[in-house]
């Protein structure tokens, strides 16, 4: 089912109308209510009279992650602080997370977006979904909850944390939806066939992302659960999921340009490549009153394809993730960035900056293991002073990451050192193919 026709399947030369005008008055407002966007555009030559179509995008300068770091917590809201009724974060590079301030409307226009990507996945009103989403300060639940809830369906809102009872709920319920990461899903799948219980769901439809995934993963998903899953994607600077999703074609994931207007770039240059060609993803948000954020740099390589779909929609469709221009990883659908786990060692006595991230996937499952060269005298002291160091360590990178590693701690000069950039991460997941 097509959510809003009128917007979903708009020529593309009446969709360039509507978001020339909307980009000017969204630049306009920008300019004279953030004073940081105003000295942006001030160095870089640009008034808001400049920007009047989509193509004029390209005069305005971008934005980055370390602005939302810099300007945090409320440097770039464009509305007064009273009218901001939510308030989501997501991990930064370091200590502190990027926070993302949402005003009524902001939580309805997300909602509508997340409504036409379970519609797109055949949901509809009569479905009962469960969301398997963290609700906070994850986008994912709540982002899910009220894109359901808008839809009119039942929601059921599990969070994360207990796969006993989503199983219960799933099966007493008659849950018929699922709204979690795909390898959670995997792992729920698992489950289910461990106990035998694959034959008591009547779970049709999922709807996954927050995390790279690949068709392999898709297929086992449907055919394990005898289910359709539909990707979904989004991030917190943007609103959360729903900034785009596929629909039944799986020819990629329609962007809903009504409210984004995305655009590839090439990271080095930061010139806007070809329809089609491979690049970052960077996108202006049209209609966002809270927040907005203008050619945001989204770190992901990706490209675009804008012939008219088989669906019918005509929306630009995000093609396949093929990983990021910066070294975020996303492990358990957490956004992981290894200066984190640096900035956490800083923090623990002992350690010293040497370590290095492996992150698998082991029965669906993704592993992350962290191994730290110490100071020598720890390999001499008792073994319970290494262990309370170990533990501290844990401790510190749970704290800061969000996430859980497995460390282990190694005698200075274990891990291979490099002359020039040394490495940090291997990542032997196989997702991008
Ligand atoms: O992951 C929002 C979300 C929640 C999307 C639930 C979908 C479902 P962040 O935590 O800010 O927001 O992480 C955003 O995760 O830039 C991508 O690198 C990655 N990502 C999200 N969805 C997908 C997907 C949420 N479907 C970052 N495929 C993004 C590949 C994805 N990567």
């Not at 350690?351 to 040497?354: A, E, L």
């Given at each position: 089912m097509i959510w809003n026709e009128a917007k979903e399947c708009m020529s593309r030369d009446e969709l360039a109308v509507l978001q020339g005008a909307r980009l000017h008055k969204q630049v306009d407002r920008i300019y004279h209510n953030v004073e940081f966007y105003r000295k942006k555009m001030q160095a870089a030559g640009v008034e808001p009279g400049d920007i009047q179509t989509v193509e004029d995008v390209t005069k305005l300068p971008f934005t980055t992650y370390a602005d939302l770091r810099d300007n945090y917590p409320y440097g770039l809201l464009a509305v007064p602080r009273s009218e901001i009724v939510r308030v989501h974060a997501s991990s930064g590079t370091t200590g502190k997370p990027k926070v993302l301030c949402y005003t009524r409307r902001d939580v309805e226009i997300w909602s509508e977006c997340v409504t036409r990507a379970m519609a797109m996945a055949g949901i509809t009103r009569d479905d009962i979904i469960q969301v398997g989403y963290g609700y906070g300060l994850f986008t994912g639940g709540l982002g899910a909850h009220y894109g359901a809830e808008n839809l009119g369906a039942m929601v059921i809102p599990m969070s994360t944390g207990n796969t006993k009872k989503l199983i219960d709920m799933m099966i007493d319920c008659e849950v018929t939806a699922i709204a979690c990461t795909p390898s959670y899903l995997l792992h729920v799948a698992e489950a289910l066939e461990e106990q035998n219980l694959v034959g008591k769901i009547k779970l049709k439809y999922a709807v996954c992302g927050a995390e790279p995934w690949t068709d392999a993963m898709r297929d086992q998903i449907e055919k394990r659960l005898g289910i359709k899953a539909y990707d979904i994607y989004g991030l917190t600077e943007i609103l959360g999921p729903g900034v785009a999703c596929d629909c039944s074609a799986h020819k990629g994931l329609h962007i809903y340009e009504d409210h984004f207007l995305p655009e590839i770039i090439d990271p080095d240059s930061l010139e806007q490549k070809e329809h089609g060609e491979l690049g970052e993803l960077c996108i202006t948000t049209l209609t966002k009153e809270g927040m907005p954020l203008l050619r945001y740099r989204t770190r992901d390589l990706t490209s675009l394809e804008y012939d008219k779909?088989?669906?019918?929609?005509?929306?630009?469709?995000?093609?396949?993730?093929?990983g990021r221009s910066d070294d975020m990883l996303v492990i358990r659908g957490v956004n992981v960035f290894p200066s984190q786990v640096e900035h956490a060692l800083l923090t623990v006595a002992g350690?010293?900056?040497?370590y290095f991230i492996t992150v698998d996937r082991v029965n669906n499952n993704d592993t992350f293991d962290v191994a730290i060269e110490v100071e020598e005298r720890f390999f001499s002291d008792e073994v319970?002073?290494?262990?309370?160091?170990?533990?501290?360590?844990?401790?510190?990178?749970?704290?800061?990451?969000?996430?859980?590693?497995?460390?282990?701690?190694?005698?200075?000069?274990?891990?291979?050192?490099?002359?020039?950039?040394?490495k940090h991460v291997e990542d032997r997941r196989k997702l991008t193919e």
């Open positions: 779909c088989e669906c019918g929609r005509t929306m630009a469709r995000i093609q396949r993730f093929r350690t010293t900056p040497n319970k002073k290494l262990e309370k160091l170990r533990a501290e360590v844990e401790d510190a990178i749970h704290q800061t990451v969000g996430i859980k590693a497995k460390v282990k701690l190694v005698e200075p000069n274990a891990l291979p050192h490099s002359e020039g950039k040394t």
